[in-house]
């Protein structure tokens, strides 16, 4: 089945830039979604359409796409920011459904 | 302002079937631009799509999940519900349900989700 791809965790200093990666062979064509889930919570979508940030997302936030990666960042990365994050996309199979990236875990320290 | 709220019991017995409901406020489930769906949790892992139905009552499931799942709505009564049949302790997980918008490219992402709602099913 069709998989989007991250690393299991990522770890970055207060103040300094996450980066996380998101790969699946679909992505050229298709549009990437980033959630952010805190502990207890419910997921919150941080980037839409590849690079967009909706309202109330800090700008600390950026995501873009390449190829058939597409990758989040976080500059200035604060302790707020811990947890872990998702990309979302379609299925590659063909049919109308969608999967969820395996899952990042982010720490600040 | 937008709230999504799952209700339904906690507990469903292996082989019976989990039904769950959201019910939309702040908005109407009748719109024709949106999507309306679940999502669920299991317990340390990922997140998993389950599926999103329409207005109309068109419905996109997971192919995992296709044949034990069905989404319905009830635009009266302005919400929308999951049925997982024949459920074993594999399917124990938070479930979320969440509204969708399309992009350009025909993918139907999450923008607003409900709190979610913890359903076991014993071993």
């Known amino acids: 089945s069709y998989e989007l791809t991250q690393p299991p965790s990522a770890s970055v200093s207060p103040g300094q830039t996450a980066r996380i990666t998101c790969s699946g062979d679909?992505?050229?064509?298709?549009?990437v979604y980033w959630y952010h889930q805190k502990s207890g919570q419910a997921p919150v979508l941080v980037i839409y359409?590849?690079?967009k940030r909706p309202s109330g997302i800090p700008e600390r936030f950026s995501g873009s796409s390449s190829g058939t990666m597409a990758t989040l960042a976080i500059s200035g990365a604060q302790v707020e920011d811990e947890g872990d994050y998702y990309c979302?996309?379609?299925?590659?199979?063909?049919?109308?459904?969608?999967?969820f990236g395996t899952g990042t875990k982010v720490t600040v320290l | 302002q937008l709230q999504l709220q799952e209700s339904g019991p906690g507990v469903a017995k292996p082989s019976e079937t989990l039904s769950l409901t959201c019910t939309v406020s702040?908005?109407?489930?009748?719109?024709?631009?949106?999507?309306w769906g679940w999502i669920r949790q299991s317990p340390g892992k990922g997140l998993e799509w389950i599926g999103t139905i329409d207005y109309r009552g068109n419905t996109d499931y997971s192919p995992s999940l296709k044949s034990r799942v069905t989404i319905s709505v009830d635009t009266s009564n302005n919400h929308f519900s999951l049925s997982l049949r024949s459920v074993t302790a594999a399917d124990t997980a938070v479930y979320y349900c969440a509204k969708f918008f399309p992009d350009g490219q025909l993918v139907w992402a999450p923008h607003y989700w409900g709190q979610g709602t913890l359903a076991t099913v014993p071993s």
């Open positions: 979302y996309s379609i299925d590659n199979s063909g049919s109308q459904s969608f999967v």
């Open positions: 679909a992505l050229p064509r298709k549009y």
């Open positions: 702040g908005d109407s489930i009748s719109s024709s631009h949106h999507h």
């Open positions: 359409e590849d690079n």
